[in-house]
């Protein structure tokens, strides 16, 4: 075992095996979530564990290209996983700007800065706070509960 996949497993606890020559498509029935954080191996990670649970996913790496794909489909997006420490626009500019494009979308920081720590207009705007690290089907119990409302 790697050291990311230690890294992985102790973040999101064991992780299904994932076909990588499957193609990834959104497919209409069944949830979209997007995650905005700079750390690439967590993006990635987490989309293996929604896909594999049954949510479509589209993930960026800036907060900058998030606004770009909620913009471009609005609706689409029921959820959002958004970090706090990011370059160009951290997680609160980056909330305030999601908000801007869809007030209805369920906004959920994962974040690992401390809730005391967090300016209030991050704190405060988003739905729920979790921090890094997390239990993944506590995650995933959170996302079924906003994407089913």
């Not at 967590?42 to 564990?49: H, N, V």
């Amino acid at each position: 075992m790697t050291l990311l996949q230690s890294i992985n497993e102790f973040v999101f606890g064991p992780v299904p095996t994932v076909d990588a020559a499957r193609p990834f498509t959104l497919e209409p029935d069944r949830r979209t979530v997007m995650i905005v954080d700079d750390d690439t191996a967590l993006l990635d990670s987490i989309q293996m564990l929604l896909h594999d649970a049954g949510f479509n996913v589209l993930k960026s790496d800036r907060g900058v290209k998030g606004l770009e794909v909620l913009d471009y489909i609005p609706r689409d997006v029921r959820a959002i996983l958004l970090d706090y420490q990011m370059p160009e626009l951290d997680g609160e500019k980056t909330l305030q700007l999601l908000r801007k494009i869809n007030p209805h979308v369920k906004i959920i920081a994962l974040t690992g800065v401390r809730a005391d720590e967090l300016p209030p207009g991050y704190r405060d705007g988003v739905d729920l706070l979790i921090n890094k690290p997390f239990r993944a089907d506590y995650l995933i119990a959170k996302l079924e509960e906003f994407c089913a409302a």
